[in-house]
């Protein structure tokens, strides 16, 4: 990688590299398991003109996005997040129309076709997107960029509200996405964006949300430059605790948009400076952080094994299986992963080729220990696998740090 995506600059520094894998959601068939899989280099880089965190852009989202094995439903309380979102989105700007780029499976369409209000998923992958239409949500099936912008501008009309949430990272043209949404939204409307905040994956160790479909990692001031590369201002932002911390970026055109943004916007902007994300120096000790979670988890792995314990997973999501792969972790060491989507059973984890059973195999086996793979829904989880401790099992947590729940 030899120029920064967004400003062009050459001026790229090191974070992490956690060597090379497969693409994370592209899990193995048995038929599959004899054929040799591509890996690509995962490096996070830094450009110091913007200071935009990227990848290199080796897998075209062509690659992963047509057929897609993640489901937003599978997560209740995403879904609720969403319904949320949807109520007081609909509420405080009573849109007219709304539109939802990479929608998925109708998780959050479907609550504002509840509501009695026009709207349109765009969603490029064909089998994600059909499982929203069987929920009665209007879907189209398509990448978004400035021609499909405009086109279903022309069809249906402009947006009051353009959605676009966990997307912005996906995208290797930024401009040309973030052109696709001006081209959607009405000149005096809004577009929401959801997006991982660079800042709490650095400070937590949340280096497993580091995987080839994620082309980018934002900061608030990073975010806000890519914005403006499309016609888009930042007016507001919302911190989350999605996804183990998230940003909420509202938008308007620039036409309209004003003059300053927020004060939120500036707090943050104060507390990203604060952290050093602006200079060399509050990259420099991510590496060896990265590093220790690796090592504990496999100390961890190793002593469990050594003591005759069982240990099984829960979840296949995608950060997990940069989890897995980092730290070498095979099926000698974790007998098998389980989760919730059908699409996954039967499935092998990619590098990792950990087998995916079904949430039920859990209570039939009884293991000692449960890794926790997508710990962002650590308190929906623990609740769901409350039943462990019935016979003395105990829930894992690799991020921020190993963590044996009592």
């Given at each position: 990688m ?7 600059s050459?001026?790229l520094?090191?974070?992490?590299d956690?060597?090379?894998?497969p ?6 068939t ?33 690659d992963?996005?047509?057929?897609y094995?993640y ?13 949320r ?7 405080r700007?009573?849109p ?15 609550h504002?076709?509840?509501?009695g ?13 059909q ?13 978004l ?14 947006a ?17 996405f ?9 000149d005096d409307g ?7 905040h ?17 082309f ?13 590369s499309?016609?888009l ?12 911390g ?6 308007r ?10 004060r ?13 994300l ?5 990259y ?13 988890l496999l100390?961890?792995l ?5 003591a005759?314990k ?10 997990g ?15 098998y ?51 462990v401790?019935?016979w ?8 921020p ?5 009592p």
């Amino acid at each position: 990688m030899k120029h920064c995506r967004l400003c062009g600059s050459s001026s790229l520094a090191s974070v992490v590299d956690l060597g090379a894998t497969p693409p994370c959601e592209l899990f193995l068939t048995t038929e599959r398991l004899d054929e040799p899989e591509p890996t690509y280099p995962l490096h996070l880089r830094v450009c110091t003109s913007c200071w935009l965190a990227q990848l290199p852009p080796l897998i075209r989202p062509e690659d992963t996005f047509t057929e897609y094995a993640y489901f937003s439903s599978y997560a209740t309380s995403w879904v609720e997040h969403a319904r949320r979102f949807a109520d007081d989105a609909l509420d405080r700007l009573n849109p007219g129309f709304v539109v939802e780029v990479a929608s998925n499976d109708g998780y959050l369409l479907q609550h504002v076709v509840a509501r009695g209000v026009r709207c349109l998923g765009v969603e490029p992958s064909a089998n994600v997107g059909q499982a929203a239409i069987d929920k009665g949500v209007p879907t189209r099936t398509a990448f978004l960029d400035p021609a499909t912008g405009a086109a279903i501008r022309a069809e249906h009309g402009p947006a009051d509200l353009v959605v676009a949430n966990n997307v912005y990272a996906h995208v290797p043209d930024i401009t040309g996405f973030t052109q696709g949404l001006r081209a959607l939204v009405a000149d005096d409307g809004w577009v929401s964006i959801e997006v991982q905040h660079l800042l709490t994956l650095m400070e937590l160790n949340q280096y497993d949300t580091i995987y080839h479909e994620h082309f980018q990692y934002y900061t608030v001031a990073s975010a806000q430059r890519a914005l403006a590369s499309g016609g888009l201002a930042l007016v507001d932002v919302e911190l989350l605790p999605t996804h183990g911390g998230s940003i909420r970026l509202w938008a308007r055109p620039v036409e309209v948009a004003g003059g300053t943004p927020s004060r939120a916007v500036a707090d943050v902007l104060d507390r990203e400076k604060g952290a050093g994300l602006e200079e060399i120096g509050g990259y420099s000790e991510f590496g060896e952080r990265v590093a220790k979670v690796r090592r504990d988890l496999l100390r961890f792995l190793i002593d469990a094994a050594e003591a005759g314990k069982t240990v099984v997973g829960y979840g296949a999501p995608g950060k997990g299986n940069t989890l897995l792969n980092h730290c070498g972790v095979r099926a000698d060491l974790l007998a098998y992963t389980v989760d919730r989507n059908p699409y996954k059973h039967g499935r092998f984890t990619p590098g990792s080729r950990i087998p995916i059973l079904p949430p039920g195999k859990i209570a039939e086996d009884r293991p000692d220990y449960v890794l926790v793979l997508p710990w962002n829904l650590r308190d929906e989880l623990i609740e769901q696998l409350s039943y462990v401790r019935e016979w003395g099992g105990r829930l894992v947590f690799p991020i921020p740090s190993l963590e044996v729940a009592p």
